[in-house]
C-alpha cells in the first residue's frame, strides 16, 4: 500500500494496514468495530452536549470508515472528516453516498490541514487515534491549529493503567475477542495527566475528562466518572 500524502511522518504505517485491513466491515455492528458501534451514540451525546452542531464546522481527525462522522453530520453540521488509510476513507465515502448523509472525506493528514486551514472550525474530533500514532502531542497540536478561537477539541483514548490492560488488551483482544489481536499496544496508552500537559502546551483548556464504560454483555456503552480504562475529554481554545 502507498502511503498517503502527509505533511510529517506522524504516522504508523502498520497501524494504518492494520486498521485499513478491517475497512470492508467497518459498517457491520456485529463485525471487528462491534463495541465502536456501541459507543458511537455515547461519542456523539458528548460533543453534542457541549457544542450546538447545527450548522457548526466540524472535523472528525482519523475518522475511520465514518461512524462518528456521519453522526455528527445527522445533527446538522458540516463535517470535513480525514483519514490516511485509503480503504477507509473510499468505504466512508461509498456508505456516505447508501446513507445520503454529506461528508467532505478526505485522505489527507491533519498537520497538512492545519497549514492550509488554521481556525476553520468549530469542533474538532479526535476519536480512538492518539494512541495509534508516534506523536500524539502533535497530533493535538494541530487540532488545536484548525479551531476557531472559543472552539473545542473532543478526544478519547484509553488510559496507561493495570486496568485497562486487563480490559482493552486481554479482556478484549485475547479472552472475548470483540477486537483482532494487536489492536492496542499498553506502552501507547495515555494517562489523562499527560494528555493534559499536551494541550495545556498547545493553548488548550482542559473542561472535562470522562469515563467511557463499553458493556459487552449488554452491547452497550455510557459515561462513567471513573476513567482508568477509556475516557472522553474535552477542551477548549481561549478566545
Not at 71 to 76: I, N, R, V
Not at 155 to 165: H, V
Not at 197 to 202: D, E, G, H, S, T
Request: with cysteine; hydrophobic share 45%.
Amino acid at each position: 500500500m502507498t502511503a498517503a500524502p502527509s505533511a510529517s511522518s506522524n504516522f504508523s504505517q502498520a497501524e494504518l494496514d492494520k486498521f485499513g485491513a478491517l475497512a470492508q466491515r467497518w459498517w457491520d455492528p456485529q463485525g471487528p468495530q462491534k463495541a465502536l458501534h456501541a459507543m458511537n451514540p455515547v461519542r456523539l451525546g458528548y460533543v453534542a452536549g457541549r457544542v450546538a452542531l447545527r450548522d457548526a464546522r466540524v472535523l472528525d481527525v482519523g475518522c475511520g470508515g465514518g461512524l462518528l462522522s456521519e453522526a455528527l453530520a445527522g445533527e446538522g453540521a458540516s463535517v470535513t472528516a480525514i483519514d490516511l488509510a485509503p480503504e477507509l476513507v473510499k468505504v466512508a465515502r461509498l456508505h456516505g453516498l447508501e446513507s445520503g448523509v454529506t461528508v467532505d472525506y478526505r485522505q489527507q493528514a491533519v498537520e497538512s490541514l492545519a497549514d492550509e486551514a488554521p481556525g476553520s472550525f468549530d469542533a474538532v474530533t479526535c476519536m480512538e487515534m492518539l494512541e495509534h500514532v508516534p506523536d500524539p502531542a502533535a497530533i493535538i497540536d494541530a487540532c488545536a491549529r484548525l479551531l476557531r478561537p472559543g472552539g473545542r477539541l473532543f478526544l478519547s483514548t484509553l488510559n496507561r493503567t493495570p486496568a485497562a490492560f486487563a480490559l482493552a488488551i486481554v479482556g478484549a483482544e485475547y479472552v472475548a475477542r470483540l477486537l483482532p489481536k494487536g489492536t492496542h499496544r499498553y506502552r501507547d496508552f495515555i494517562r489523562p495527566s499527560e494528555l493534559g500537559a499536551w494541550l495545556r502546551a498547545a493553548g488548550l483548556q482542559l473542561e472535562d475528562v470522562s469515563g467511557l464504560m463499553y458493556e459487552p454483555w449488554r452491547n452497550s456503552a455510557r459515561l462513567i466518572s471513573r476513567a482508568d480504562v477509556n475516557y472522553l475529554a474535552c477542551a477548549r481554545k481561549p478566545g
